[in-house]
């Protein structure tokens, strides 16, 4: 009988080493997700979505096109780079129907934390962290 006791026990063990690696994953994928992109619409027309987004520094020149919405997304941890955050407007851009994006800003901001210290009478710094925005301008050109 002792033996399935054990048993219990070790199955007792490695399902809470899951429970905790389940919530672990957890916590670092919602730590590293940004917030969705926030979404300015600027024509009540509506677009099928679409397939490939181009990404540009400027509007194409010489070509119409409707501007469908401002997008804006921030990283205030500083754990999405550029890349990833552009991808996040892109994807929002192509369930919008746009076929460009035109990038029109990006932010980065450094902040620091201060703090008295107490024992030695002095301010002293603390952990610095550097949040990212990066705006744009989703676009449907008349191709």
């Known amino acids: 009988m002792p033996h399935s006791h054990s048993l219990c026990a070790g199955h007792r063990r490695r399902l809470s080493r899951l429970v905790a690696l389940a919530l672990t994953l957890c916590v670092a994928a919602c730590a590293s997700a940004p917030p969705a992109p926030q979404i ?3 024509t009540t027309q509506s ?7 181009d990404v540009l520094d400027t509007p194409p020149a010489g070509q119409a096109y409707t501007a469908i919405a401002r997008l ?8 999405a780079t550029q890349a990833q955050l552009i991808a996040q407007l892109v994807d929002t851009a192509r369930n919008l129907g746009a076929d460009a994006l035109v990038i029109e800003r990006v932010d980065h901001q450094s902040t620091a934390q201060v703090a008295f210290n107490p024992s030695g ?23």
């Not at 677009?47 to 987004?53: D, K, L, N, Y």
């Not at 804006?72 to 754990?79: E, R």
């Open 47 to 53: 677009f099928p979505a679409t397939q490939i987004v």
């Open 121 to 143: 009478g002095q301010m002293q710094g603390g952990e610095q962290t550097t949040s990212l925005t990066v705006s744009a301008l989703a676009i449907r050109t008349s191709r």
């Open 72 to 79: 804006t997304v921030s990283d205030p941890t500083g754990a």
């Open 40 to 42: 300015q619409r600027l």
